[in-house]
């Protein structure tokens, strides 16, 4: 035990200089053994109310063209920072198809006293041509010196857009105004919400006809494959439900397995 302890401490000495000499007025000490633990937030990947986020590091930003050379501004740094070419940066994120766009968060370090800044938004692209259009506005960031690092957030939920996955192809894309450290890219985040897929023309069962006042979440369900009905066409929508049906509700729905 006294030896693991030795060798954990060790690793945590060699994370801790391996993160030195980073942009100047920014921390990255790495300290595992006090890194405070926050609690465990709600549910993100099911429910239709609750806010969900899908979280892009930079490293998942590549060069918008070849011109674009980076670096990071330390051995273990979770930032990177243009040197030439000018181009920028592309990122694209995965969220689950019909969900619903509602924000978009960069988060951007400038401590220019130049004046140059970082350019980001968000894009909506044609997935046969490629061609792309900016979701909501454009975010620039402000520099400061003191404070170089803020998080740019646009709530886009006006735009109700909905993500499609077959024809459209969303994308994140931050350009800098300096090939140096002063203009520094941690990342970014892009907020949704999860929605119930709009009722059909036709009904599927006998006794749910459209107007029902279930019929949209019914047929969802149906066209999941929860739920089958109670056989000879219908749903019997009034029915109680058993504990085993239960049991194949909620397995169907959140595709329960073993390892």
Known sequence: MRQMSVLRRVSLAILALACAGIASGQSNWLDLENAPRLPAGPPVNFGTTQESFVTVGAWDFDPLNSSQTYTYPAALSASRYSTGGGTGFIAGPQLPDGAVLTSFTFDLCDSSAVAAHWTA???????LDGVCAILGASVMSVSDVGTPCAAYTQDVSGLNYVVNNQDQRLALVAIPGANNTTNLLAG???????????APLAATFGDVPTDHMFFQFI?????SGITGGCGGGNYCPDNPVTRGQMAVFLAKGFGLQFP
Do not use: D, H, R
């Open 219 to 223: 047929e969802a369900l149906a066209k």
């Open 188 to 198: 970014g985040l892009l907020g949704y919400k999860l929605q119930v897929s709009p």
């Open 121 to 127: 938004a968000v894009v909506s692209c044609n997935s």
